[in-house]
């Protein structure tokens, strides 16, 4: 089947210590994204990617870093540096960047601290 | 950043009841979309709106973009439980631009 794996779904995160975030897409789309999602709030962008070995920051990239070296993966490392991680962190990919399609989610990691 | 006020906030409803939520924002939007959210898991696309005026049906669920383009509402007509949820509205900005703006969702809850 077609879709966006995300991997683990639970994660848990000591002190200092930076954690990895997988995100996989079989849908040979071009664009990936990655969202941060707090209780009660809508999604907010922390990177997205439009083609392999480029990215962008979003709107809260402080304490998170990204890479995109094959299409189909574009994993999320949250560093030390962010002080607030408890989340749940949604990826989604679209089919390219310059079409108006839409973007599809995959089913999401939760990060705790311990 | 950009923001997308959506309403209500939450709603609680009787099963078999019609439902409406909306979004504005002071910006014009080139693209809307509708998503649902069930509890631990991804947002799942519902209704996808290209053009101002349009006016899409996915089932019992029924939005429109605004003609001013500032606006969209969903309408979920007879609920049942299984449309327990939140509901996301997005948009884009831009033609193409690949950001979307979210919504703060719309939490239903069905009493049976």
């Known amino acids: 089947d077609g879709g966006i794996t995300q991997s683990p779904k639970y994660l848990f995160r000591k002190e200092g210590q930076n954690v990895t975030l997988s995100c996989e897409q079989n849908?040979?789309?071009?664009?990936m994204y990655w969202y941060r999602q707090d209780p009660g709030q809508g999604l907010r962008l922390i990177y997205y990617?439009?083609?392999?070995?480029?990215?962008q920051k979003g709107d809260i990239a402080e304490g998170y870093s990204v890479s995109r070296e094959k299409k189909e993966s574009f994993p999320l490392t949250v560093t030390s540096a962010q002080k607030n991680p408890t989340a749940f962190y949604l990826c989604?990919?679209?089919?390219?960047?310059?079409?108006?399609?839409?973007?599809?989610f995959g089913d999401g990691t939760r990060l705790s601290i311990l | 950043g950009q923001q997308l006020n959506q309403s209500p906030q939450s709603m609680f409803i009787q099963e078999g009841e019609d439902v409406s939520m909306n979004c504005t924002s002071s910006?014009?939007?080139?693209?809307w979309l509708w998503y649902k959210q069930d509890p631990g898991e991804g947002p799942v696309l519902l209704i996808a709106?290209?053009?101002?005026?349009e006016l899409t049906s996915n089932g019992r669920l029924t939005a429109q973009f605004g003609i001013t383009r500032k606006d969209s509402f969903l309408n979920i007509s007879a609920s049942i439980p299984s449309d327990v949820g939140i509901y996301f509205c997005?948009?884009?900005?831009?033609?193409?631009?690949?950001?979307?703006?979210f919504g703060q969702g719309t939490r239903l809850t069905i009493n049976p």
């Open positions: 997005a948009g884009r900005l831009i033609q193409g631009a690949q950001k979307l703006v």
């Open positions: 989604a990919s679209s089919e390219d960047r310059v079409s108006n399609q839409p973007q599809h």
């Open positions: 910006s014009i939007f080139n693209t």
């Open positions: 849908l040979n789309h071009d664009a």
């Open positions: 709106l290209y053009k101002a005026g």
């Open positions: 990617s439009q083609i392999v070995n480029d990215f």
